[in-house]
C-alpha cells in the first residue's frame, strides 16, 4: 500500500550525505506522501549533549513537514541511466572504440576502464547463449529497482568483456546476490567497502577456464575477470549503484571492480564448497560472498597444522577489530600448500573451524569503550558473566567457511564479510 492512499503524511530524518539516497528510494517505493527533513552528516560519532541538541532542532521542521501542504520530496538527482537508453532499442554513437568508451564515460555507464560496445549482434549472441528470451525478468536490482532483463544483463555482460558461453554464470551470480539473504540493497548503499567475492564450482571451472590456481585473486584470467565485472556494471546501471550518489561507500577497495574466482578443488582435502551446501559435485555452482577486504595469511615456518592454526588465529584477530562490531561470517582461503599439512595431519573442516573460533579473539582491553557500549548492543552473548572478557571474530564455528584456492607458496587469506550479507549459492 502506497503512504499517500493513508491520507497523512510521513516524515523520516536523514543525513545531508544520504538525502539523494533517501528521495530515490522512496520514489522507487511508491512513498509520495514521504517528507524528509535533512541533518547535518554524520550523527554515530555525536556525543549524547549533541545528539539532544540535534533533535532539539528537528522538532519544528518535522511539525512544519507534518502540516504543511510544501512537496519536501523533490526529484533524485540522478542522470541518465543504461536502463533508460536501453528502452530506445537503437543508441546512435559514433565509430572508433575510443569515441565509444568517451561517449560511455560522458554517461557513467563504465566503471572507468575501456569497454566493449555492445552491438545489436554481439547482445543477441549472448542472449541466445543464456537460453532465455531477451525481456525475460531476472529480478529486480536496488535501491533503484532497476528491471535486470536477460537482455539488459547481455548488455553488460558484452560491455564487461564476456565470452557468450560465460553469461549463465553472470546470471547465477546475479541470482545469488538477489536472494534475500545477501541483503543486496544494503550492500549497494552502505558506507562500508563490501563488494560481492562470486566463487565457482563445478566442472564448468574447466570447460571455462576459470582460475583456481596461481594468482586466482589478481588479473589474468579473462573468465574470472569479465564475470565479476558483468555484475559490478549490473550492479550500477540497472540497479543505480552509482559511486557518490547511492553507492556510499567510504574508502570502497579494488575488488569492486571485479573479484570472482574458482575453487581448486583437485587439491582440497575435503569435499568443495558448493557440495558442503548441498550440491552434488558435478553440479555447477556460484557461491556469493560478501567481501568486505582481504588479509594475507604468510606462515613459512611452521610445518604442522596446530602450527599454522596458530598464525591463522593470531592474522585474523589482528584484522578484526572492525568485524567484532557486528555479528558476521569469515571466509579462510587455504593454499594448497598449507591444505596438505592439514591433510597429512588429518584435519576436518570443522577442526579448523572450532579451533579459529575459539583462538581468533580479542581481549576487550584492545577496544574502545565507545566500541566496547556498541559492541555490547550488538553481540551481548559476549559480555555476559562468566565469559572470558573477549570477543571473537564470529558467533560460531559454523560461520566460517573454507576453501582451497591458489598456487604452490605458503600463502593463505582471510576475508571478513559484510554484517548484513550472508553467503548465498545458486546452480549455473
Aim: aromatic share 6%; hydrophobic share 40%; with cysteine.
Amino acid at each position: 500500500m502506497k503512504l499517500e492512499s493513508l491520507g497523512k503524511p510521513t516524515v523520516t530524518v536523514v543525513t545531508d550525505e544520504f538525502l539523494t539516497l533517501a528521495k530515490a528510494e522512496a520514489e522507487v517505493r511508491g512513498l509520495e506522501n514521504l517528507r524528509l527533513i535533512k541533518v547535518p552528516h554524520p550523527v554515530g560519532s555525536l556525543s549524547l549533549d549533541e545528539l539532544k541538541s540535534l533533535a532539539h532542532s528537528t522538532f519544528e521542521p518535522v511539525i512544519d513537514a507534518l502540516t504543511s501542504d510544501k512537496d519536501f520530496l523533490g526529484p533524485s538527482d540522478s542522470g541518465t541511466t543504461v536502463e533508460e537508453v536501453q528502452s530506445e532499442q537503437i543508441l546512435r554513437v559514433p565509430a572508433s572504440p575510443g569515441e565509444i568508451f568517451q561517449y560511455f564515460s560522458e554517461r557513467g555507464w563504465t566503471d572507468g576502464l575501456p569497454i566493449i560496445p555492445p552491438t545489436k549482434e554481439a547482445v543477441d549472441a549472448m542472449i541466445e547463449a543464456s537460453g532465455k528470451k531477451g525481456d525475460d525478468l531476472l529480478g529486480i536490482i536496488p535501491p533503484l529497482n532497476g528491471q535486470a532483463t536477460v537482455e539488459k544483463v547481455a548488455i553488460n555482460a558484452v560491455m564487461a568483456g564476456c565470452e557468450p558461453k560465460f553469461v549463465p554464470v553472470v546470471m547465477a551470480a546475479l541470482r545469488c546476490i538477489l536472494l534475500p539473504s545477501f541483503n543486496l540493497s544494503a550492500v549497494q548503499t552502505t558506507t562500508g567497502n563490501v563488494t560481492p567475492l562470486f566463487i565457482v564450482n563445478g566442472p564448468c571451472r574447466h570447460s571455462l577456464n576459470i582460475n583456481y590456481s596461481y594468482n586466482v585473486l589478481g588479473q589474468g584470467w579473462r573468465a574470472n575477470a569479465t564475470i565479476g565485472r558483468a555484475i559490478r556494471l549490473i550492479l550500477t546501471n540497472i540497479g543505480g549503484g552509482i559511486p557518490g550518489v547511492y553507492d556510499k561507500a567510504t574508502l570502497g577497495q579494488p575488488a569492486k571492480y571485479t573479484f570472482c574466482i574458482a575453487e581448486n578443488e583437485a587439491e582440497s582435502p575435503w569435499e568443495p564448497l558448493h557440495v558442503e551446501r548441498g550440491f552434488d559435485r558435478q553440479i555447477n555452482t556460484v557461491t556469493a560472498f560478501g567481501c568486505s577486504g582481504i588479509l594475507s595469511i604468510v606462515d613459512k615456518a611452521s610445518k604442522t597444522a596446530e602450527g599454522l592454526l596458530t598464525t591463522a588465529a593470531t592474522a585474523i584477530s589482528g584484522g578484526g577489530v572492525s568485524m567484532c562490531s557486528w555479528p558476521s561470517e569469515a571466509l579462510i582461503i587455504i593454499g594448497p600448500q598449507h591444505a596438505a599439512i592439514f591433510r597429512r595431519d588429518g584435519y576436518k573442516k570443522q577442526d579448523i573451524r572450532q579451533v579459529l573460533f575459539e583462538r581468533a579473539r580479542l581481549p576487550h582491553e584492545k577496544f574502545s569503550e565507545e566500541n566496547l557500549e556498541l559492541i555490547a548492543k550488538r553481540r551481548p552473548r559476549w559480555f555476559r558473566a562468566g565469559e572470558k572478557r573477549e570477543i571473537p571474530v564470529v558467533d560460531s564455528p559454523e560461520d566460517i567457511w573454507i576453501v582451497v584456492a591458489g598456487g604452490k607458496g605458503t600463502k593463505s587469506a582471510f576475508i571478513p564479510s559484510f554484517k548484513d550479507a550472508k553467503m548465498t549459492t545458486a546452480t549455473i
